[in-house]
Each structure stands twice: as structure tokens, then as C-alpha cells.
């Protein structure tokens, strides 16, 4: 492991001064401790922003106010969590083993680096950890990629479940840096790798998660969240689907539809949810709109079962949702 130095913070505003001058900023340190562990990344400046006052749960009306440094296992068990958003906590819950959600944060969760193993092999060719040497999951093993936003310079799947959830349902995110505050979709805190996949995120230098909302709304009870994966215990998602219907006399008045496994970041299927839209809450409906999250789709040599897989997906997480009274 590299050399580096560690700091706590004592305040918001030593935090984001040190993270602008180059430090890193460091919660549970789920991932980045591994990753400087096997010499993937080399930080010589740590911040540790675990004492500032940036935690907790609460319920601002229907909304859900999930604070950056709140961790998982408490967000999944917060009363507000399960009465308003009770997919945030099944998200929450198929994400990360009890050990990892009693460690890491909200924000740590949004920002985690991929999981392609070509990433964490410093003798492959990998564009994200050292651009222009080649991606080597393209002609490689390729299994677990994605078929959804892809480039001829990265094929990496994003991994938070946590972050599927929060695109489907609409949800933003408050963060604070030397150039003050603001605020914007979480959908919008991912990049696609074109190519530069080495630029995974929108965040300016020093910006500090401080929170993320999720809109209350008709959608919010009815809401499953559906996992697949090599194993039943703790592993990253082959497909998942994060799904919310909003349905009166047995009709559909409106969907939201996001899924991880598949694209480069979470992808909403707005073309899915807009044809749910007036149509009768039931298979054949669910069959015709799972078809339409494949426009755009592009398959590798060890991913292809994706594209069968990741309707059925969206189905059975449709019918679940479909299920809640």
C-alpha cells in the first residue's frame, strides 16, 4: 500500500478545503480501503468526514430525507424508510452483506468504483484505472458486464443496487463544495464511459454527498426490488430491476422502471414505463413494455444471456409489484 496521510475532519468546510486540494474523503472505507489494499488506487491525502453531523433519516412530508453519511443498515431499518419508501430498504438489504451495511455510507455507496475484475488487475488492460491501455473484459471474461451504455473503451457494469432504486424513483442529491451548493437528479451523477471511462461521475472537485431526497408518490407502496445473481448470499447483480406502479381500477396510470447488471450506469426504461401507461396491470402488458428495455442493447461473447434474461426480469419484478394490495 502506498504511503498516505490521514486527517479528521472537524468541520464541513476543512473537509471540502482538503478533498479541493487533492485529499479523498473517507467514510466506512468498504471500498476504497480495498482498493488501495491492492494498489488499484494510490490517494496520498485522507479525509475522514465520519464526525460531521451529515447522518440520519427523516420524513419531510411524503418525501424521504436519507443523509450522506447515514449507513445502509440504519437507512434499511429507519421506520420512515419502511413507511415511505419501503424499496429503498429492500434495495438496501439484496445490496451488500450485514457487515458491509453496518459500515458503509450512502454516499460511499453512490460513489463505489466498478467490480469488473479487469479494474483490480494491474497487469490488464484496463481504461478506467490507467486510460488508453485497452479494455481487456471486451475480447475477455465478460460474464458479469453490461450490454446497456457501452463504448469500445469500457464495457464495465455499475454496482450499486442502492443507486437503481434511487434513478427509478425519481430521487436527487443535495452536495456542497468550494463553489457552494447544489442540487440535481441522482441519474445525473453518472456518466457514460464513451470515451472517457476513467470519468465515472459529475461530482466537481471537493463536492461532499450531503444528503439525498426521495419524492413521496402514489408509486412509493406499490415497489419491488428484484436481484438476480450467481448466489443467494452476499454477490452483485447479474440483472436486477427496481420497478413502482401507481395503479387505479386495475390500470396502470403510471411506472417507473430502473435496472443494474446491465448498463454502464443505472438505466432507467422510460420507454418500458411509458407504455405501461393507461394499459391493464398484467403479464401480457408487462411482456410488450420488458421488450422495449433492450433498444440499444450490445451484447459480448459472455453476456448474451442478458438479453433474454433482463425481460424476464423486468416481468416477474412487474408481477411482484402488481401483487402488493
Wanted: glycine fraction near 12%; proline fraction near 6%; charged fraction near 25%.
Amino acid at each position: 500500500m502506498t504511503p498516505f496521510t490521514l486527517e479528521k475532519a472537524r468541520n464541513e468546510q476543512d473537509a471540502i478545503r482538503a478533498a479541493a486540494a487533492g485529499g479523498r474523503y473517507m467514510a466506512g472505507g468498504t471500498t476504497l480501503v480495498d482498493l488501495m489494499r491492492e494498489e488499484v488506487e494510490h490517494p496520498e491525502r485522507l479525509v475522514d468526514i465520519n464526525a460531521l453531523p451529515m447522518g440520519g433519516v427523516r420524513a419531510e412530508g411524503s418525501d424521504l430525507v436519507i443523509g450522506g453519511l447515514a449507513r445502509m443498515a440504519e437507512v434499511a431499518a429507519h421506520p420512515d424508510t419502511l413507511r415511505l419508501q419501503p424499496l429503498i430498504a429492500e434495495t438496501l438489504i439484496e445490496g451488500a452483506s450485514p457487515q458491509l451495511r453496518n459500515m458503509a455510507s450512502i454516499g460511499g455507496n453512490l460513489m463505489q468504483r466498478v467490480r469488473c475484475p479487469y479494474f483490480r488487475m494491474l497487469d490488464a488492460g484496463c481504461n478506467k484505472r490507467d486510460p488508453g491501455s485497452g479494455c481487456a473484459a471486451i475480447d475477455g471474461l465478460n460474464g458479469g458486464h453490461a450490454i446497456l451504455g457501452t463504448s469500445d473503451q469500457c464495457v464495465a457494469a455499475h454496482p450499486s443496487d442502492l443507486a437503481v432504486a434511487l434513478v427509478a424513483l425519481g430521487a436527487t442529491m443535495r452536495v456542497r463544495g468550494p463553489e457552494g451548493e447544489r442540487s440535481f437528479a441522482v441519474e445525473e451523477l453518472y456518466r457514460l464511459p464513451g470515451g472517457t471511462p476513467h470519468l465515472e461521475h459529475t461530482l466537481r472537485p471537493g463536492e461532499l454527498i450531503v444528503e439525498v431526497r426521495v419524492p413521496g408518490g402514489p408509486y412509493a407502496r406499490r415497489a419491488r426490488y428484484l436481484k438476480v445473481r450467481d448466489r443467494a448470499s452476499y454477490e452483485f447483480a447479474l440483472v436486477s430491476a427496481a420497478v413502482a406502479l401507481d395503479v387505479e381500477g386495475g390500470a396502470i396510470r403510471a411506472a417507473r422502471i430502473a435496472c443494474g447488471g446491465v448498463g454502464t450506469r443505472p438505466w432507467r426504461m422510460r420507454a418500458s414505463e411509458e407504455a405501461l401507461i393507461g394499459k391493464a396491470a398484467g403479464r401480457d402488458a408487462f411482456e410488450a413494455a420488458a421488450r422495449l428495455a433492450l433498444d440499444g442493447a450490445r451484447p459480448l461473447s459472455g453476456n448474451r444471456y442478458k438479453v433474454e434474461l433482463l425481460p424476464r426480469t423486468i416481468v416477474r419484478a412487474l408481477e411482484m409489484a402488481g401483487e402488493i394490495a
